[in-house]
T-cell receptor, first 117, second 114 residues
Framework: EPEVTQTPSHQVTQMGQEVILRCVPI?????FYWYRQILGQKVEFLVS????????KSEIFDDQFSVERPDGSNFTLKIRSTKLEDSAMYFC???????????????FGQGTRLTVV | AQSVTQPDIHITVSEGASLELRCNYS??????LFWYVQSPGQGLQLLLK??????LVQGIKGFEAEFKRSQSSFNLRKPSVHWSDAAEYFC????????????FGRGTSLIVHP
């Protein structure tokens, strides 16, 4: 069964450093998303991406964050100058169809746990 | 903006007992509604979704949910819980006619006693 894969599963970084979280969406999917979940809190939407550009983003997704699809398979989230409060589980997701289409189910990866120390 | 509330942080049930997890949403029109499950060390898996039509929705793993517009609720139910159902359950809402992007509740942790 096709699945969304994320690497690494756990990353520890020092405050102020840059991190890149990687995701391989399901191959025929066209819409990609990043969410995060701070420990003990709810899953929060960060950004959606379609046709090589951001289609929606939340207020959390400020200039510290960027996304990229560097090749035909990877979808990355870059966090510049990390802060302690960036520590969270980051989930990547992808869906086949337009959000208002038929196949709108978002398939989620297992997440990358980011710890900023 | 839409929001979703899961009033129960933890629910404990005995194996074989019935289960109902509560979810209330806040939005004026009919939203898209979802339930996801997150098992330990796993990603989020879609259990079921409601877009329109029959208000009682069947999902995977024996789960069902009922959309009640009058109560702004979308509660998840299972008639007989298995130990493997122990997980975190998330209700999510997306806008109908607007952004589908799911907004998640804080989650309910299900504990199953043997």
């Amino acid at each position: 069964e096709p699945e969304v894969t994320q690497t690494p599963s756990h990353q520890v970084t020092q405050m102020g450093q840059e991190v890149i979280l990687r995701c391989v969406p399901i191959s025929n999917h066209l819409y990609f998303y990043w969410y995060r979940q701070i420990l003990g809190q709810k899953v929060e939407f960060l950004v959606s991406f379609y046709n090589n550009e951001i289609s929606e983003k939340s207020e959390i997704f400020d200039d510290q964050f960027s996304v990229e699809r560097p090749d035909g398979s990877n979808f990355t989230l870059k966090i510049r100058s990390t802060k302690l409060e960036d520590s969270a589980m980051y989930f990547c997701a992808s869906s086949e169809d337009h959000p208002q289409g038929v196949n709108t189910e978002a398939f989620f990866g297992q997440g990358t746990r980011l710890t900023v120390v | 903006a839409q929001s979703v509330t899961q009033p129960d942080i933890h629910i404990t049930v005995s194996e074989g007992a019935s289960l109902e997890l509560r979810c209330n949403y806040s939005y004026g029109a009919t939203p898209y509604l979802f339930w996801y499950v997150q098992s330990p060390g796993q990603g989020l898996q879609l259990l079921l979704k409601y877009f329109s039509g029959d208000t009682l929705v069947q999902g995977i793993k024996g789960f069902e949910a009922e959309f009640k517009r009058s109560q702004s609720s979308f509660n998840l139910r299972k008639p007989s819980v298995h130990w493997s159902d122990a997980a975190e359950y998330f209700c999510a809402v997306g806008l109908s006619g607007g952004s589908y992007i799911p907004t998640f509740g804080r989650g309910t942790s299900l504990i199953v006693h043997p």
